[in-house]
């Protein structure tokens, strides 16, 4: 059976997570990578055993033509070269957000609906193994009816060395619409879409805590109204204690998870009888789930399984797709509502 | 001579701009765009620039007779390192081959052996890592700047001099990697007789000058320690004595050490595959790049240079510890 075939534009640190992940699976081969850097390029093929690199990308894809594009550059590169691949008729997986703009997604969703070919975005936090666990604890009925969800995502860019602040070399994302901050909304947008469905309401506030920094904002907070439920969703970066918490509250049970230490997850259910005697077996049972869960995330750590806890698996289920001609693993069009929603938090005068 | 010297706001780029002036160079001094300008009078032309993020350093040849590199990344993830560091390197080199310039000394590191494989004493023909990537970013990042400035010298016929030191010491530099590690106020000490490959700022200063302004060091590649007959112990002794830090001493045999590091890493292997990620300790190629007991060696220096280091270790003491922070700093003028 023909191995697919792949390339990858872009060779920087989530462009390794790619490749560690790609070389997991059998029936794929990356023939190619590039980088603007031709050291960079080379290093990556070293690393990985490619037989091939570049530091032009057209060159590449006039000399290959692979079943899947996997674009790791930085997101204002992004347009143009999925641009030029979904022209040329390949499929793309592309690192998040897919377009800068939203109105030059909808362009590439239109190029890659008439050209037949694949967009996926990485979105691997739907795929994380705490959420696919929330995600069981609500079809399975265990958390009752779903009536909140929070996402709490704290990442201190604003202190010492940090590279979002560095003003010798400005970070990527300060390019981004909402600076810095802008680059984590598309997690936060697709998660909070995955239980809130397609969103009816939003309400967002932005403020600047640390006002000796470059960045234009460091805080965002938003209310989301969707059509299953409601979202808090959050971004600091100002607290010192990094962390992606996730609580899911249902009618009988909430489940929260630490998303940068899997798969640490705590539940609380409800629980009939005397309520002293009640609070001390959920005590007992968060304290048993976190120890379990923090000894299983350090043996994780040591096993190197990286924080991109979802993206093996999301990439397994693209080259998956692309076997078996089948839609994308994640349908294109709640990409463009996950964009759609980036958007829309990034403009206030949006919301309604 | 009229000498480009990248990296120069740093630790060691201070020291060599300032003994590039005792020789009686003109200096022009490339420092980070956010860096305070480091107390130069006005005979250093300084330029402002990162090569991470700067599109046009060709001007920044015109009228330059060599380029000291020293521009690196010493924190940081791998990215972080490597953009700066190979990068960066890329980047400049790039606009030098736009240029008449063909005089260059790059500072690279001993890390670049292969220490699993040294034997003996580290020489220059000590076998260099050929799969640095379970290595520090550090390693990574210096071997690929190598790479990076000798191919590239290949391509435009450069004359390319590296320079390799140990670890660099000095004035609030006194801390180095081979003393072992801190936890808390215990100080493991891993091999506490293994020979450290010193070399004092001053030292590697002015071997660095003294490098360039050679020209039978063209094509050469240097080995940068004062000696080595300064062990583990007795460095500590004379930081934990001199800086008024203490703590409980621990030492701790380099084979057991080592020992520790390899078990550790068999069980990584069976129970992860070559998946497993250890930290430095008890990653056993890490480990040996930090403590193995070698001789080093500054026999090419001394060879084809007649170089011989400026100050020896008391008097590296002496300066590093000094009450008047301008001491060090001065004694490159004297030397």
Redesign the interface.
């Known amino acids: 059976m023909r191995k697919l075939t792949s390339v990858v534009i872009g060779c920087g640190a989530i462009a390794r997570e790619h490749l560690a992940a790609v070389q997991e699976l059998n029936n794929v081969e990356v023939v190619a990578v590039c980088d603007l850097s031709a050291a960079r390029a080379e290093a990556t093929a070293e690393r990985f055993r490619i037989g091939k690199w570049y530091t032009d990308y057209q060159i590449m894809l006039h000399d290959w033509r692979p079943d899947l594009v996997h674009i790791t550059t930085s997101p204002s590169a992004h347009f143009s070269v999925a641009k030029a691949c979904l022209t040329a008729g390949l499929n793309v997986l592309c690192e998040k957000p897919i377009t800068v703009e939203y109105r030059d997604f909808l362009l590439l969703k239109q190029l890659a609906s008439e050209n037949r070919c694949m967009l996926m975005e990485n979105q691997n936090l739907r795929y994380h193994s705490s959420i696919r666990h929330i995600q069981h604890l609500l079809s399975s009925g265990q958390l009752g009816e779903l009536l909140e969800v929070q996402i709490y995502f704290a990442l201190n860019v604003v202190g010492p060395a940090s590279p979002y602040t560095d003003q010798n070399a400005p970070h990527f994302g300060l390019g981004l619409r909402g600076g810095i901050i802008g680059d984590f909304l598309p997690h936060i947008a697709y998660l909070a879409y995955v239980f809130t469905g397609p969103v009816i309401d939003l309400r967002t506030t932005w403020a600047k805590h640390t006002p000796n920094s470059p960045l234009p904002t460091d805080e965002f907070r938003a209310l989301i109204r969707g059509q299953r439920t409601n979202a808090y969703a959050a971004f600091s970066g100002n607290s010192r204690l990094n962390g992606y918490w996730v609580r899911v509250c249902g009618t009988k049970m909430y489940a929260e998870a630490n998303l940068l230490e899997p798969p640490r997850i705590a539940v609380r259910r409800f629980r009939p009888g005397e309520p002293a005697v009640m609070s001390l077996m959920e005590g007992i049972s968060e304290s048993g789930a976190i120890l379990r869960g923090t000894v299983a995330a350090f043996f994780r750590k040591l096993g190197g399984t990286s924080s991109y806890d979802g993206l093996p698996q999301l990439i397994a289920d693209t080259y998956r797709a692309l076997e078996e001609k089948q839609e994308q693993p994640v349908p294109l069009q709640e990409i463009d509502e996950t964009a759609n929603l980036v958007d829309r938090f990034t403009n206030p005068e949006l919301t309604l | 001579m009229r000498v480009l010297v990248t990296g120069a706001g740093g630790f060691l780029g201070r020291h060599v701009v300032a003994r590039l002036l005792v020789r009686g160079h003109n200096v022009r001094a490339i420092v980070?765009?956010?860096?305070p300008r480091p107390s130069w009078g006005p005979d250093v032309e300084v330029f402002y620039a990162?090569f991470?993020?700067h599109d046009n350093l060709i001007s920044v040849f015109d009228g330059i007779d060599a380029v000291i590199h020293m521009a690196a990344a010493t924190?940081?993830?791998?990215?972080?390192q490597?953009?700066s560091t190979?990068?960066g390197?890329?980047r400049l080199l790039e606009a030098m081959s736009r240029t008449a310039v063909k005089r260059l000394i790059l500072v690279s590191s001993l890390v670049v052996y292969d220490w699993a494989r040294a034997r003996g004493t580290m020489a220059e023909t000590t076998p260099l890592l050929l799969d640095p990537?379970d290595m520090g970013a550090y390693t990574?990042a210096k071997v690929?700047q190598e790479?990076?400035a000798s191919s590239m010298t290949g391509t435009h016929g450069w004359d390319l001099t590296i320079m390799r030191p140990g670890f660099i010491w000095g004035r609030n530099h006194a801390e180095i990697a081979g003393m072992g590690r801190r936890f808390g106020p215990v100080q493991l000490m891993f091999g506490p007789f293994t020979r450290l490959p010193l070399s004092h700022v001053v030292n590697c200063a002015d071997a660095v000058v003294a490098s360039m302004e050679n020209p039978n060091s063209s094509g050469l590649t240097f080995n940068v320690v004062d000696a080595d007959d300064i062990r583990v112990w007795r460095y500590v002794r004379e930081y934990w004595h001199r800086s008024g830090r203490g703590g409980i001493p621990v030492p701790l045999p380099y084979v057991v050490g080592l020992g520790i590091a390899q078990f550790a890493s068999f069980v990584?292997r069976i129970?992860?595959g070559n998946?497993?990620?250890?930290p430095s300790l008890l990653a056993p190629r890490r480990f040996q790049q930090q403590f193995k007991p070698l001789r080093f060696s500054n026999d090419t220096l001394r060879a084809k240079l007649g170089w011989t280091p400026p100050l020896d270790f008391q008097a590296c003491l002496a300066r590093t510890y000094a009450p008047d922070p301008d001491v060090e700093y001065n004694a490159v003028k004297r030397t």
Do not use: C, Q
């Not at chain 2, 980070?32 to 860096?35: N, V």
């Not at chain 2, 998946?275 to 250890?278: E, I, R």
């Open positions: 980070r765009p956010a860096s990162d991470r993020a924190s940081g993830n791998e990215d972080v490597f953009t190979v990068v390197t890329e990537y990574i690929w790479r990076v990584s129970l992860f998946k497993g990620k250890l």
